[in-house]
């Protein structure tokens, strides 16, 4: 299963001089996997320490964090023989080991020739670890070009790389996107789904992925109670399911229009403000499983940060066919885009598709009854409105406004339909070509 981080990763082992890679990403993305089984294929030699399964392995780093200390107990552990300048040796489920994230600061700076990968469910949540000392990255589902690669469909692969907008073209990609609405890009259930692809029919195929989307959401609740199960913390775990109930819920409200602001009211019994459910929104985002979009109430301009309100934000769910898992949406309902959920359906799904490229939080705009549902900002400091139009109906009242009020040198819109480039200044995409922006920005 290819990954879009595996060129990051080549880029890392190629430098003469290197930080340990700390991989982030909710649980189940596939990290393990991404760092052992792919990257791991371009190395001799790959020692996984899985912190979680083998609890023990942390005496490995008892009495001593020296890194040739770490090393020498890691040979006597697996009865093997280290060359450091061939192998790649995991810290899985780094979390749980306090004194192996500890000894990443030394391993940072004693042994910067060797390839030391550390990877974790819940960074965010770490008491501390060596800030400046290691490289972070972050792994989240697939994304739908990830999805594309999966399906091993090659002309059609070659066909998304060169951009191509022809009626077959965009037949048979919008036709995979509703699928990757339904399936998302969790790694259980995209090999579930394409695995199964001619071996059994439509019903067992999507029981299937009905089966693992149920699994995941009821493992990130027991995380919930594994964090937080003596006492009045108890009370707190509760709080972070309502909360993370609750973000399909309010974005299942919007029909055609944008996403909504998340309103503090109604999601925790007695609890009405930012202050009060600002703690489980966190704990929430450390882990991954949201994200936040910012609405801007001004003329957009960098650093967009400096414009934002911190109790001010939409709320999307980090996987697609989760969210529709958890409001009981079906395949053929995704299937149908005649049903008047595929507004925010489409709009989460850019929003995680610019997240896993560009970074959480993304920004959006907001004048009176007008509303651009992003905002994209290139590294020169130029900012461009997104219009998201999920379906064919592709009249875009917002852009109209907000075009009259900064005039802004180009303007992307997104729909559900093939676009059009015929004005270079009006972009008119389709929504699966949303990674691919900056691209088509600078034709």
Known sequence: ?????????????????????????????????????????????????????????????????????????????????IDRSKALIIFDEIGECQTAINSLKFFSEQCADMFICASGSNIGLLGSFPVGKVELLELYPLTFEEFLWASKQTSLIKAFEQTKMTAVVHNKLFSLLLDYYYVGGMPEAVNVWFESEGDTGILERTQLVDQIHTSLI????????????????????????????????????????????????????????????????????????????????????????TLAKKNIFKLFLFDIGLLGNMLGLTYREHRDQGFNYKGYIAENFVQNELVAKYGNPTYSWEYARSEIEFLFKQDNGNIYPIEVKSGKRTRAKSLDVYKQRYQPEKTIKLIGSRGSLENSNAIVLPLYYVSKIEEFLGR
Not at 238 to 247: L, S
Not at 257 to 274: E, G, L
């Open 1 to 81: 299963m290819k990954r879009l981080l595996l060129d990051k990763l080549i880029s890392w082992k190629n430098q003469s001089n290197r930080k340990p890679i700390l991989l982030d990403g909710a649980r189940q993305t596939g990290k393990s996997f991404l760092l052992e089984q792919i990257f791991g294929e371009h190395f001799e030699q790959v020692i996984r320490l899985d912190f979680l399964e083998q609890p023990a392995l942390v005496d490995l780093f008892d009495g001593s964090l020296n890194p040739q200390d770490i090393l020498d107990n890691i040979e006597l552990e697996f009865n093997t023989s």
């Open 218 to 305: 009821v493992g990130y609740e027991r995380d919930f109670g594994k964090y937080f199960d003596k006492g009045t913390d108890k009370i707190v775990a509760q709080h972070i399911e309502a909360v993370f109930n609750n973000i399909p819920i309010q974005l299942s409200r919007n029909i055609d229009d944008s996403v909504k602001r998340f309103k503090f009211k109604d999601v925790i019994h007695k609890k009405t403000r930012y202050q009060e459910l600002a703690g489980p929104i966190n704990w929430l985002d450390k882990c991954k499983l949201l994200s936040k979009c910012h609405p801007i109430d001004c003329q957009p301009s960098s650093p967009l940060p």
